[in-house]
């Protein structure tokens, strides 16, 4: 089925040959935007979460367990960088 004329499957993406990135492309994967500015009203002293007054932990929650079990099999992988990784737990 490879060698079919015209192919069953056309090609995922067909090249433009009139398709060019204009002259000013800007190449980064992350663009600032230099004119953005924080709302006037805007107020830092307020938490980034906002806590629910609403939810409640089940009765038969157990503050005892700990919230990662660690596994005693698992060891540090030789590729591990405390500095770039974190410290190793």
């Known amino acids: 089925l490879q060698n079919l004329a015209p192919p069953i499957n056309p090609p995922a993406e067909i090249d433009d040959p009139r398709d060019f990135k204009p002259s000013t492309w800007i190449g980064q994967p992350m663009m600032y935007d ?3 500015v924080k709302p006037e009203d805007w107020d830092e002293s307020q938490p980034k979460k906002i806590v629910d007054i609403h939810a409640s932990k089940p009765a038969s929650w157990d503050e005892t367990v700990p ?3 660690p596994d ?3 060891s540090k ?3 591990w960088a405390d500095e770039e990784d974190g410290d190793w737990e």
Do not use: I, L, Q, R
């Open 77 to 79: 992988p030789s590729d």
């Open 34 to 36: 230099t004119s953005a």
């Open 72 to 74: 005693p099999t698992v």
């Open 67 to 69: 919230v990662t079990v």
